[in-house]
Every structure is written in structure tokens, then in C-alpha cells.
């Protein structure tokens, strides 16, 4: 049987001496209104406070693909298609493609449908998770051993997955009405419990008769100064997750979410050493117009302690090109996270002498065709 573990929430608030390691303790807890429009709007150049990498993905007769990237180690890249094909490419960091690994099919051994692929480059492993089960390959697809979600069975997935240490993956279950996030043994998956506290479970979206809508992916876990951000939506708080297992409050959102109907989701979009990126969804959807989940995005300045509106301009463009930061994933402490570049906007880019630098020289080697170039945004060195 399925051991169970759990972990008591221990809320730190004075923190002085705590955390472990090398690992960052960051702000005082930050007070958010979900209801307030924030402004003025501040005009922001990506660069000047992220590093940016670019990797175009070698295109062949036997590696086209969409570019969804699912995971980034220091030596390979794991991207997939976003249909059910059940291709895995592996690329190295330059974008060389190395090889092509499928394990679609009925048996223990394989996987039906790929929800989100995890990297574990340390230990040369692969956690590929399905609907019912999560199942581990070496990096070339050798079959290593598999386990369920959920002990005996059950309908509860995974919906993020990240490799959290040497020996346990941490994740959240989006549906869970109880205990969302958990560790995982990456050996035999049994659970460790992560204790937030919520009165009701509360999920963004909206149900017909015959149909569910939701405004897409959002963030849960957020890998940041060696720590881990966790938020769910059925609380007032956002998390910090620290090596001890303990959890200090690191946003509280006013008014709760258990008092506003329909409810205002606050949501973390991207984080930086001074700017922290959110957003905030209204739970309503227009079933006629097919419209609805209104957002208002903002941030929150750790430097003049403030909120206000933004716009970044990815600052590789001659001409202001705005970049969406609250489209992008997260990835890992290091790269906080990636976006798609197609290739068919960069040539016409490049073509009207838009790009500079790097993504210019980039983009004068590609076809329309071409796989996706992947920009990964990261932090700063210290002293750069």
C-alpha cells in the first residue's frame, strides 16, 4: 500500500535564521486588493532586468514539431507537440536534436495521452504523466518503472509537476478538495501532503450542461530563490514552501475568495529579483458570445513597495515590441521561464529590419517552416 505521509503547516513569520542552505528568504508578506485597477503603468525593457536566451530548434524531415517545451536541464531540452501524438524530441541546449522517443500505447510499459513531461537530469530520468499514472524512462526511453497518482486508482491528476529534489517530484492537483499539493517519491511514488488551509475548494471556470471553460493554464508552483511559491486558488495566501517543510505567507489577497461571487482569481504570472508579475481573473464567461474571464495585470515593486500596471518591451526588437509576460511557464530556480518564438514572425521580422542582435542572427538562418525558436528568460548573475 501507498504510504501516506504529512506534513504540519508550520506558518513562519519571523524567519531571521531560518530556510537552509543557500536558499533566499524573500519580502515582508505582501497585501494584495484583487478588486483595484493599479496604476500609474510603468514602461519596462525585459532585459534590463532578465537575462535572455535564445535556442532555435533544428528543423528535419524527422523533428518537426510545435516547440511546447516540457522541461530544461544544464544538457537537454524535452519538447513535445501539442496534440496526443505521443512524440517526445530531446534537443540538447544549442537546439541539436539528439533523438525522438515514443512510448504511446496500451501496455504497463507506456503512456496513452502525455500531460507534462519532467526532467530529473541528475538521475538520467524522465516522469511522463498521463491521466492515471506517471511513468518513468531513462533519457533515451528505456522503461525504468511507473506508478499511479493516487493510491488504488482514482479520477485525481496531476496537473504540475516539477522536479523539486533529488528524491521527490512536487505537485498539485488541481481537483483535489482537500490537499492539492503533495511531494512524490520518485521511486515508488508515495505522497507526502503539503497543508494549506481553505474553507471551500474554489476552481476558475464555468459549467453548462455539457460543457466546461476555464481561461487556460495558469501557474501553482513557482520555483523561485531556491524556494517554491505555491498558490491555490481556494486560499487567501500564497505560500512560500521552504527546504524544511515548513510554509511562510508570502501574499494575502483582499477580499477572500470565499466571500466574493462570482469570484476575483488572483493569479502570479512571472517573478524577478525586484518585479513581481500578477494578474486577476473575474470568474464570468458570456456562454452566447463565447467571452468572458476579464483580467487586470499589475505588479508589484519591491524596490519603491508599490503596485502599478506594466508593459515590457522585449528589448531585441529595434522597434517596441511587446512582450506578453503573463503567457509565459515556468521552468526551473534558474530560467524563470520560456516562451515560443514561431519562425514564420521572425523572418517577416527580420525582413522589415525589426530584430537586432543575437535574435537577428538567428532569425536571418530560418525558413517559415522552421521549428519554433524557445526563448528562455532567466535570472540575473550576482554582478551582472
Known amino acids: ?14 524567519m531571521a535564521g531560518c530556510g537552509g542552505g543557500n536558499k533566499q528568504l524573500i ?34 524531415d524527422e523533428y518537426v514539431n510545435q516547440g511546447f517545451v516540457q522541461d530544461i536541464g544544464k544538457d537537454i531540452i524535452l519538447v513535445k507537440n501539442y496534440n496526443r501524438d505521443g512524440d517526445i524530441f530531446v534537443y540538447d541546449r544549442n537546439g541539436k536534436a539528439l533523438r525522438k522517443i515514443n512510448r504511446r500505447g496500451g501496455s504497463g510499459e507506456e503512456y496513452i495521452n502525455i500531460l507534462n513531461i519532467t526532467l530529473d537530469e541528475d538521475n538520467g530520468e524522465i516522469f511522463v504523466t498521463d491521466f492515471k499514472k506517471i511513468v ?27 522536479n523539486y529534489d533529488n528524491d521527490h517530484l512536487i505537485c498539485y492537483k488541481r481537483y483535489s478538495k482537500d490537499i492539492p499539493f503533495v511531494l512524490i517519491s520518485k521511486q515508488d511514488g508515495s505522497i507526502t501532503e503539503i497543508k494549506i488551509p481553505f474553507k471551500e475548494k474554489k476552481i476558475l471556470q464555468q459549467n453548462s ?37 515548513s510554509l511562510r505567507p508570502f501574499i ?31 470568474n464570468v464567461y458570456d456562454w452566447n458570445t463565447r467571452e468572458g474571464f476579464p483580467s487586470t495585470y499589475f505588479m508589484y515593486d519591491r524596490q519603491e513597495k508599490a503596485f502599478f500596471g506594466y508593459t515590457v518591451y522585449n ?70
Open 209 to 245: 450542461s455539457n460543457t466546461t471553460v476555464s481561461p487556460g493554464p495558469h501557474r501553482t508552483i513557482i520555483p523561485f530563490k531556491g524556494n517554491w511559491m505555491l498558490l491555490e486558488h481556494s486560499s487567501d495566501t500564497v505560500y512560500t514552501f521552504l527546504p524544511d517543510y
Open 1 to 14: 500500500m501507498k504510504k501516506i505521509n504529512s506534513i504540519l503547516a508550520i506558518i513562519l513569520f519571523v
Open 136 to 162: 518513468v524512462y531513462d533519457l533515451y526511453g528505456k522503461f525504468k518503472r511507473s506508478f499511479q497518482h493516487k493510491e488504488n486508482g482514482g479520477s485525481e491528476f496531476y496537473t504540475d509537476i516539477f
Open 27 to 60: 519580502d515582508d508578506i505582501i497585501t494584495v486588493d484583487v478588486t483595484k485597477n493599479y496604476s500609474p503603468k510603468k514602461e519596462l525593457i525585459l532585459q534590463d532586468f532578465m537575462d535572455v536566451e535564445y535556442i532555435p530548434l533544428e528543423t528535419t
Open 315 to 384: 528589448g531585441d526588437y529595434s522597434t517596441p515590441k511587446e512582450f506578453h509576460i503573463s503567457v509565459t511557464r515556468s521552468v526551473n530556480h534558474e530560467i524563470e521561464s520560456w516562451y515560443p518564438l514561431q519562425s514564420y514572425q521572425l523572418v517577416e521580422s527580420y525582413r522589415n529590419g525589426e530584430l537586432k542582435g543575437k535574435l537577428k542572427d538567428i532569425a536571418a538562418k530560418l525558413d517559415e517552416d522552421s521549428n519554433p525558436v524557445i526563448m528562455l528568460i532567466k535570472h540575473k548573475k550576482p554582478n551582472n
Open 252 to 282: 494575502v489577497r483582499t477580499p477572500s475568495i470565499q466571500s466574493m461571487d462570482p469570484g476575483v482569481f488572483l493569479m502570479l504570472s512571472f517573478f524577478s529579483d525586484r518585479y513581481y508579475f500578477m494578474e486577476t481573473v473575474k
